[in-house]
């Protein structure tokens, strides 16, 4: 079961966008609106972010947005703030005859 | 407000057995999945395995597979994750996640549960 394909980081400076990107195929990501994010701080349990690839749960801020296009999922992170930095995990509802969630690679994200 | 508390910190010597657990509290869903998820010393998020709280619908990703164990006691809304022979490889961080069932968002996690395991 392979793991879906994020970049290891990402940086922008404050105030800018940066936008992280969540690699499957037409089994899991481009198969489902299913895909979630999670934002995990050092040393802390991850966080629900997006879930069904563009939606926020209630209480997260609309800096933090979705998408997808075909196989790839993207995270998008807006005006960003020194409280970003952390590392972001997409998950993917998969069809399989064993195991139906897949977790990408994870990507940190860097404040300068 | 849903909670997921799961048990302390964990130091075992290969070989021995472990179980610990997850209390959920704050929630009346009909029906759950509860899962389990692996994260190694410096590394990513690693699903493991998820229970239906309702029947024994349980299902395990392959890598965990005759690995570990998951249960879930409906009348203590606890989960548990056990191993019958540990490996210094088992040591990580072990979260449990719910989601409600039909949707495949995964809204609470627990505080996680350390597991160092050397001789």
């Known amino acids: 079961q392979s793991a879906l394909t994020q970049p290891a980081s990402v940086s922008g400076s404050p105030g800018q966008s940066i936008t992280i990107s969540c690699t499957g195929t037409?089994?899991?990501?481009?198969?489902?609106?299913?895909v979630s994010w999670y934002q995990q701080h050092p040393g802390k349990a991850p966080k629900l972010i997006i879930y069904?690839?563009?939606n926020r749960p209630s209480g997260v801020s609309n800096r933090f947005s979705g998408s997808k296009s075909d196989n790839t999922a993207s995270l998008t992170i807006s005006g960003l703030q020194a409280e970003d930095e952390a590392d972001y995990y997409c998950?993917?509802?998969?069809?399989?005859?064993?195991?139906?969630?897949?977790f990408g690679t994870g990507t940190t994200v860097t404040v300068l | 407000e849903v909670q997921l508390v799961q048990s302390g910190i964990e130091v075992k010597k290969p070989g021995e057995s472990l179980k610990i657990s997850c209390k959920g509290s704050?929630?009346?869903?009909?029906?759950?999945?509860i899962g389990w998820v692996r994260q190694m010393p410096g590394t990513g998020l690693e699903w493991m395995a998820i229970?239906?709280?309702?029947?024994?619908?349980?299902r395990y990703s392959p890598s965990f597979q005759g690995q570990v164990t998951i249960s879930v006691d409906r009348s203590i809304t606890t989960a548990f994750l056990q191993w019958s022979s540990l490996k210094a490889s088992d040591s990580a961080m072990y979260y449990c996640?719910?989601?409600?069932?039909?949707?495949?968002?995964?809204?609470?996690w627990g505080q996680g549960t350390l597991v160092t395991v050397s001789s």
């Open positions: 037409s089994s899991d990501v481009g198969g489902f609106d299913s």
């Open positions: 069904d690839v563009s």
């Open positions: 998950n993917s509802y998969r069809l399989s005859s064993t195991f139906p969630y897949v």
């Open positions: 229970s239906k709280s309702t029947n024994s619908d349980t």
């Open positions: 704050g929630y009346r869903f009909a029906t759950y999945w």
């Open positions: 996640v719910l989601a409600v069932d039909g949707t495949t968002r995964w809204d609470w």
